[in-house]
């Protein structure tokens, strides 16, 4: 990205508005959610860009899949700073400077990129520890006291990050920046000192917020929104948004303050469904809900994750699901149109590193979601 002038703007309720009614025609009635009180259109598929060989080839079919999907009605891109050592992050902004060269408008696009892992650009090092006190500590970006396995979880860690997320896409400002995973580091320090950290990486956020590098913030987990609620690794939304809070304030120096901790991601499918079964939640609303339930009434978008569960799903289904979606041509489409049809989910992100997968998305982002009715039969079926 070095010499290129960075992208300005950010989604807009006008440009995605616009988007909906233009590259998004082709796609059915349903097809875009509200990103609550906002009401930014969001697709309700999103590319993902996890999956891959750190090679140029898949560098190209990232781009490729990034400009075909944001030219036909798929408006939410997703990647992180570690995703293949990096580069996905560039394949993406290479994917969108050809979408915006053929029409596509920044304000009709939501950016998200993730931090947490380290990096690794280039590939893993042959000396970690020397990569580590290299890279890491002597360029002030954490302590060993701050790494669990390969994950850094320190405020000026995740500021980097960010930053170089801005920089491979080529953009002046994110729509989001997640946290990823950081219940890793409870069985290690323990879930009180993990908040004390998060605190703190979040008031770098809400600095990046003020600072217009990013708009809204908030965690990804694998574990965290989907145990039980005396799990060691579980998550509470209403806890995380208590420290966001003190983390608004204490970046703004004012009482008043608002956080900007507005999305979660988590995995979701047929074989993974606890964030919309399992009631977990208090919201401090006086109800235990379930995640996708808690989100909605403490006004978090959710981002499903892992929608094909690494590939399984696209080459099996639940019978259940198998015999209310004959219609669709695959599993890997049945599994999309599960995923997209859940009361809650804003967003359901496929990874998608072949260019000809991405007709199955696209197939399904023609078609309505199912109808609430027929998707809570589902489970009844599975009872």
Known sequence: MSGKASVPGFATRAGTEAYARTFGAQCAEGHYSDFLN?????????????PGAASDEVDAHYATVVERALLAGINVIDTAAHYRYGRSARAVGEGLRRALARGVAREQVFLISKGGFLTFEGGLPEDF???????????GLGERRDLCGVHLISPEHIAWQLDRSLEAMGVETLDAFLVDQPEVHIPVIGKAELNRKLE????ALERAVAAGKIRYYGIATFNGLRVETDHPLFESIASLLGHAQKAAQAAAGDESA???FRVIALPFNQIMPEGFTRFSQATGQGNIAS????AHQLR???LASHTLAKGHLATH????VHAALPQLDNHAQRALQFNRSTPGIGTSLVGISTPAHLEDLLAVARRPPMRKEAYLRLYQRAE
């Open 38 to 50: 906002l009401h930014l259109k969001l697709s309700s598929l999103g590319v993902g860009t996890f």
């Open 258 to 260: 608002r956080h900007h």
């Open 300 to 302: 978090v978008y959710v």
């Open 129 to 139: 520890e020397s990569w580590f006190e290299a890279q890491i500590v002597n360029r």
């Open 291 to 294: 995640t996708l339930q808690a």
């Open 317 to 320: 289904c639940v019978d259940s």
């Open 200 to 203: 703190r990486v979040f008031v």
